[in-house]
């Protein structure tokens, strides 16, 4: 510790916020991130911070109608890092927020590595520090031996659930006398046109044919200790949604709803959309395919989509185990380890589900640590915020004896009154947020002076 005032392990998204935050905060960070020093895991791509993996989406950025927008508002008010790149790195998608991941993931690095209190060490932990403060934020891709030494701390075996990456498509090899661009009903985002999505559109026959495909196609086999480990609902290989019955797909990630075909000017039967995946618009991503397919069984099949034909693939889709701690029982409302609490957890191993969710328990396990460092005592976010609601679904809101991954949703949130308008709910969700945010935000500006 005679070199810094607090140890962070694992440069994802949590633990990149955390560090920044803390940094900013004034105190000495060690960032120990093993990516780039002795092992990593097949799902890393490079040795960068802030790796995304699994997508280049951090979701809908509707501050005013979703959850996962009002969720990026408040990170912003609160000077996420993560949403400073996002930002600066955005692409056009709709609505959502999408960004080029090399550029993103290459900001966060240099911002951290320049910063005068952050020391980032290439390095893998095999053991929880018997000392603290320290905040693990290791994600879903914790090494084996640290996975361990968790287990042995919290006496009690971690959960886990699969989490597939979908494909990235050349941009040139996609047939465009076939595909068109256009966003669902035409709907414009902060950046983009309206026809930010290449769509691939197929008939009644081509879509059955296509599930049916995925349906007999060769895929991953699991180890004899993954046989039994659950997926997570809201990253579903498209062909475990397959298999739940031949109409799912089309109701869902291949829907042709609000997507006019202008060569036929109707809405297709099913469709595959495409969206772009970094800055140059080389790279395209099948959204909502992921999968684990075996590769020669991937290349094969998705080319029998219209207009991906000649697809020629930058990235292949694929599986990873993630695991999670069971977060309401293990830990306290401030994210400490019960049984030491000279650690916090935070980002995806808490049991929090995505880039913008991990980020944000990353940034208040770090402003909770930040109050400890200076002798002062921060209470949590009120629950009527998109932070808040998240974090108390962790740390006590959720059944323990049945806790799964969770996406910041309004169904975390306390209650409206009665009165309130079921058109309504969802702004009234919002601007309830903005006001407590606001109070809290000042209690914390006192907590800091």
């Not at 900013?24 to 802030?50: K, N």
């Not at 109707?266 to 595959?272: F, G, I, K, Q, S």
């Not at 989509?305 to 693939?313: D, S, W």
Request: charged letters at 20%.
């Amino acid at each position: 510790m005679a070199d810094h005032d607090i140890h962070i392990i694992g440069g994802g998204l949590a633990g990149s916020e955390a560090a920044w935050q803390l940094a900013e905060a004034g105190f000495r960070v060690r960032l120990s991130e093993m990516r780039g020093g002795a092992g990593t895991t097949p799902a890393h791509q490079g040795d960068a911070l802030a790796e995304m993996v699994c997508s280049n989406s951090f979701r809908s950025d509707d501050g005013d109608s979703n959850a996962v927008g009002l969720l990026h508002r408040e990170m912003r008010a609160l000077g996420s890092l993560i949403m400073r790149q996002a930002d600066a790195t955005k692409l056009p998608a709709g609505s959502a927020l999408a960004v080029d991941r090399d550029l993103f993931a290459g900001g966060v690095t240099r911002a951290l590595s320049e910063h005068p209190n952050v020391s980032v060490v290439r390095e893998r932990i095999d053991a929880l520090p018997s000392a603290g403060p320290v905040i693990v934020a290791t994600g879903p891709l914790t090494a084996e031996g640290l996975a361990a030494s968790i287990g042995a701390a919290t006496g009690k075996d971690s959960l886990a659930f699969f989490d597939a990456i979908a494909p990235i498509v050349y941009r040139d090899t996609i047939d465009m006398d076939v595909a068109w661009m256009a966003s669902r009903w035409d709907k414009v985002g902060p950046i983009g046109d309206g026809k930010d999505y290449i769509n691939c559109p197929l008939d009644k026959d081509q879509y059955y044919a296509f599930v049916q495909g995925l349906v007999d196609g060769e895929k991953t086999g699991f180890k004899e200790w993954e046989t039994d480990t659950p997926y997570f609902e809201g990253c579903m290989p498209i062909e475990v949604m397959a298999e739940r019955g031949p109409d799912t797909l089309r109701f869902g990630p291949m829907k042709g709803v609000g997507l006019d075909n202008p060569r036929t000017g109707r809405w297709p039967w099913a469709v595959v959309q495409l969206r772009q995946d970094n800055a140059l618009g080389t790279l395209w991503n099948m959204v909502g395919f992921q999968t684990k397919l075996k590769h020669a069984e991937q290349v094969r099949l998705f080319r029998t989509i219209p207009g991906l034909e000649k697809a020629e693939f930058a990235r292949l889709g694929g599986l990873h185990r993630n695991s999670f701690i069971r977060s309401p029982e293990l830990l306290d409302g401030q994210l400490r380890l019960k049984t030491a609490p000279h650690i916090r957890f935070a980002g995806q191993i808490t049991g929090c589900e995505g880039y913008v969710e991990s980020a944000a328990i990353g940034l208040i396990a770090a402003r909770f640590a930040a109050a400890e460092l200076a002798g002062r005592s921060l209470p949590p976010p009120p629950s009527e915020t998109a932070l808040g609601a998240l974090l108390g679904h962790i740390t006590g809101g959720a059944d323990a004896a049945s806790y799964q991954p969770m996406n910041v949703n309004f169904g975390l949130f306390p209650p409206l009154p009665d009165d309130v308008r079921k058109k309504d709910r969802k702004l009234g969700y919002t601007r309830r947020a903005g006001g407590a945010l606001a109070e809290w935000m000042k209690l914390a500006d006192g907590v800091a002076a």
